[in-house]
C-alpha cells in the first residue's frame, strides 16, 4: 500500500522569507500523481498544486513551486516571499496512476504558522 | 470557494439521533467522495461515487450510509453514531473516477464538524 509521510508537524517563517515543507511517499509504481493541498483555518481544502510523475520539470504555480525528486520518492513544497495568508495545513497527497481509481492518500499534514 | 459547498457546517447529535450530511457540487463533475478527517490522522476516504454508482466502500461502518441520487449531490446518512465518529468529514468532487488514463483533481467543500454526545 502506498504511505505518505510528512515529518515535520509544524513550521514556521518570517513573513517574505521562504519555507521548503517536506514530503516522503511510498510506491513500487512508476508513475502516479503528487499534490499539495492547503487547508486554512476556515477548513476548505485547496489545491496548492500538482505534479505528473512522468514530468521531470518541477511544477511551479506563483509562489509555489515543488522539488521532485522521483528517484528519492521526495516531493517537497517551497513557498517563497511568504504570506499572512499562506498560515495554514499543508497535506501532501499521492493518487495512483492514469486509469486506476483517482484514490488520495494524505499525508498528516504541517502546521504552517507564519510570523510577523 | 472551490464550488463544493457542504451543510451543515457544524452538527452535534446524541447516539441514538438520526442526521443526514448534504454536499452540493456546480462544477460539472461525475464523481463525488466523501472523507473522515480525525485530529493527527491523514484524511480517510470512506466512499466515492462516479456518475452516481458507488465504486469504493471503504470498509465503513453501516452506521454511515451515503446516497447519490444524482451527479451534483452527494448525501452521507448518519444513525446510532459513537463518539469516536466525531471528526471533520469532508465532501470532494473530480471531473469523474480516473477514467480516460487521466488523474483528476479533487475539489473539496468546507467539511461538516461532528460531535457525537
Known amino acids: 500500500a502506498q504511505t505518505v509521510t510528512q515529518s515535520q508537524p509544524e513550521m514556521s517563517v518570517q513573513e517574505a522569507e521562504t519555507v521548503t515543507l517536506s514530503c516522503t511517499y511510498d510506491?513500487?509504481?512508476?508513475?502516479?500523481?503528487l499534490f499539495w493541498y492547503k487547508q486554512p483555518p476556515s477548513r476548505q481544502m485547496i489545491l496548492v498544486i500538482r505534479q505528473e510523475a512522468y514530468k521531470q520539470q518541477n511544477a511551479t504555480e506563483n509562489r509555489f513551486s515543488v522539488n521532485f525528486q522521483k528517484a528519492a520518492k521526495s516531493f517537497s513544497l517551497k513557498i517563497s516571499d511568504s504570506q499572512l495568508g499562506d498560515a495554514a495545513m499543508y497535506f501532501c497527497a499521492y493518487s495512483p496512476p492514469a486509469g486506476t481509481a483517482s484514490k488520495l492518500t494524505f499525508g498528516t499534514g504541517t502546521r504552517l504558522q507564519v510570523t510577523l | 470557494e472551490t464550488g463544493v459547498t457542504q451543510t451543515p457546517r457544524h452538527l452535534v447529535m446524541g447516539m441514538t439521533n438520526k442526521k443526514s450530511l448534504k454536499c452540493e457540487q456546480h462544477?460539472?463533475?461525475?464523481?463525488m467522495y466523501w472523507y473522515k478527517q480525525s485530529a493527527k490522522k491523514p484524511l480517510e476516504l470512506m466512499f466515492v461515487y462516479n456518475f452516481k454508482e458507488q465504486t469504493e466502500n471503504n470498509s465503513v461502518p453501516s452506521r454511515f450510509s451515503p446516497e447519490c441520487p444524482n451527479s451534483s449531490h452527494l448525501f452521507l446518512h448518519l444513525h446510532t453514531l459513537q463518539p469516536e465518529d466525531s471528526a471533520l468529514y469532508l465532501c470532494?468532487?473530480?471531473?469523474?473516477w480516473g477514467v480516460g488514463g487521466r488523474t483528476e483533481t479533487q475539489y473539496f467543500g468546507p467539511g461538516t464538524r461532528l460531535l457525537v454526545l
Open positions: 462544477l460539472g463533475h461525475n464523481a
Open positions: 470532494a468532487s473530480s471531473q469523474d
Open positions: 510506491t513500487s509504481e512508476s508513475d502516479y500523481y
